[in-house]
């Protein structure tokens, strides 16, 4: 992997999670508690990128105080353990995967195909796992230090899904990215008329200290949510303070890396207004990158500027 400077500091310690190994299913990292009463099926992963500690943070916390769903079955997992366990809080950006970006290969192409790498071997392991789910969560961070959010995904089930747990501020519905599919598109999740339903929240730069609480605080509002936790428990972990009105950011371009000379004209990053249409934000070799529209949103710029890769993503804001 290529080497980033580090701009942030670790403000985070990654968890030992080295106990979680044997959940008891068959599969490494993948625990699973059925309450016996009727319910859905919540799976809530972690770690997708090694580098992202706030969901493993999260995921342990709720081990350690033995939670159990009320209703319904509740499956927790860690995902690309192999590439968490290269974490280094010197070179804290180079975890993000082993092989390639396991948020990229959720497609039956890659996960039928003939590939195997590290991060396509251990999807397979859980497509069985992301399958069974009625409703996902999906806990990550942000290379910048920007407000969390959460990506609903293009369709409509999804934004619903984010509002209904209202929780962070700021909604993007987008449809990924050229790159390759990702977990919480995947299958049902992106078909609109499965009831299957996912979000992958956003929770802030991802060493930074606040990503820890925007983790859990959407977790026990998913859970809530789902209707599988003890209200009396929710009642316990819930912030008393009422979350900020969302707004949702509509992303309408992903501008995808052609040449390996891509550079942005300014040090963005992200959630910034442009207000002016064709206002250039950077080259690709030559060319130059502009904004389509008045008052277009910057969603993520990425300081990992690869050809095939998406520099950064483009939308407003419809509500
Ligand atoms: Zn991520």
Not at 103 to 128: D, F, Q
Not at 264 to 293: N, Q
Not at 311 to 317: E, F, I, K, S, W
Request: glycine share 8%; with cysteine.
């Amino acid at each position: 992997m290529n080497k980033l400077p580090q701009l942030y500091p670790v403000e985070l310690t990654p968890p030992d999670i080295a106990s979680y190994r044997d959940g008891g299913t068959g599969i490494d990292y993948v625990h699973r508690f059925d309450s016996g009463a009727p319910g859905p099926h919540v799976l809530v992963t972690a770690l997708v990128h090694g580098n992202e500690i706030c969901g493993a943070i999260a995921l342990d916390w709720l081990f350690k105080q033995k939670f159990r769903p009320a209703r319904g079955v509740l499956t927790l997992a860690f995902c690309n353990v192999v590439a968490f366990q290269h974490f280094d809080a010197s070179a804290p950006g180079d975890s993000r995967y082993m092989d390639e970006d396991f948020n990229r290969v959720w497609s039956p192409e890659r996960l039928n195909g003939k590939g195997a790498t590290v991060e396509v071997r251990r999807a397979r392991e859980l497509v069985p796992v992301v399958e069974a789910a009625d409703l996902l969560l999906d806990i990550h961070s942000m290379q910048h230090k920007t407000p969390a959010l959460t990506i609903s995904g293009p369709l409509e089930k999804g934004r619903r899904l984010a509002r209904e747990i209202a929780f962070p501020a700021l909604v993007v519905s987008d449809e990924g990215h050229a790159g390759g599919r990702r977990m919480r598109d995947y299958g049902p999740f992106g078909d609109p008329a499965k009831p299957q339903n996912a979000l992958l929240v956003e929770c802030g730069q991802h060493w930074e200290k606040m990503s820890e609480a925007v983790a859990k605080e959407t977790l026990v509002r998913f859970l809530a949510h789902a209707g599988i936790a003890d209200s009396a428990w929710v009642k316990r972990h819930l912030p008393k303070k009422k979350p900020a009105p969302q707004r949702l950011v509509e992303v309408t371009h992903a501008i995808t890396i052609k040449t390996p000379e891509f550079r942005f004209a300014a040090d963005y990053r992200g959630l910034e207004v442009i207000p002016k249409r064709g206002s250039v934000l950077g080259h690709d070799g030559t060319e130059p990158v502009t904004t389509p529209y008045d008052d277009c949103v910057l969603i993520m710029p990425s300081r990992r500027l690869q050809p095939g890769q998406t520099a950064v993503r483009l939308g407003r804001y419809v509500e």
